[in-house]
């Protein structure tokens, strides 16, 4: 694994609670995704970031917030969680955006339950 | 709409045996295609990156290629071993940092 790690690895939740979710890359890698994996779906991107302080919304952003204060760290909160924010939710990191050698590394994925 | 369709979703073979899976797509513009490998419980693990002109690309017992125009792609498994069995993702870049588009993927189980 290309030094990412996620905290926690697995999470039970109540509906309603905030929850936050950690990536920590040792790469120094300038790009990081956190993205949403179900039943019947591809991975979704829900936020990135392309620097310290630097994020932007992906496709299924909705009910998510997130924070980058460090390069190595890569935050995604839940303000509020739902029963549909159930999922394995992955970071990956990515060195740059130049086109066609973008070569993006995934963490371990934290399995979140929301009930 | 950019998407990217796999096929079959699961497949099922012997241990020894070789097998092809496929990817259709519809995105654009294209910049690559990736295959990733995705063990039970791990995140996904790049196999092959292809940009426009490369039509094959190995990486050992792992084959794809790739067909532009017709915007298909296939992966193929030689000898499959037991260690083989894991989910494969077909993705797709368009460029820009949120240009990833990836297949829902096909479910690999090799049997002894």
């Known amino acids: 694994d290309a030094g990412i790690t996620q905290s926690p690895r697995h999470k039970v939740t109540e509906t309603g609670t905030p929850v936050t979710l950690r990536c920590h890359q040792t790469?120094?890698?300038?790009?990081m995704y956190w993205y949403r994996q179900d039943p019947g779906h591809g991975l979704r991107l829900i936020h990135y970031?392309?620097?310290?302080?630097?994020?932007d919304k992906g496709e299924v952003s909705d009910g998510y917030s997130v924070s980058r204060s460090k390069t190595e760290d890569f935050l995604l909160t839940l303000e509020s969680a739902t029963s549909s924010q159930t999922s394995v939710y992955f970071c990956?990191?990515?060195?740059?955006?130049?086109?066609?050698?973008?070569?993006?590394?995934f963490g371990q994925g934290t399995r979140l339950t929301v009930v | 709409k950019n998407q990217v369709e796999q096929s079959p979703q699961s497949l099922i073979i012997l241990e020894g045996k070789n097998c092809t899976l496929q990817?259709?797509?519809?995105?654009?513009?294209?910049?690559?295609l990736r295959w990733y490998k995705q063990d039970t419980g791990r995140g996904p693990v790049s196999l092959t990156i292809?940009?426009?002109?490369?039509n094959t690309k190995s990486n050992g017992r792992y084959t794809a290629t790739l067909d532009a125009d017709t915007k298909q792609s296939s992966l193929h498994i030689t000898a499959s071993q037991l260690s083989d069995s894991a989910s494969y993702i077909c993705?797709?870049?368009?460029?820009?940092?949120?240009?990833?588009?990836f297949g829902k993927g096909t479910h690999l189980i090799i049997q002894p």
């Open positions: 993705v797709v870049e368009r460029g820009g940092a949120d240009g990833l588009t």
């Open positions: 292809m940009t426009f002109s490369e």
């Open positions: 790469e120094n890698h300038r790009y």
């Open positions: 990956a990191i990515s060195e740059s955006m130049r086109a066609g050698r973008t070569e993006a590394f």
């Open positions: 970031s392309y620097g310290v302080k630097d994020t």
């Open positions: 990817c259709n797509y519809t995105v654009s513009p294209f910049s690559n």
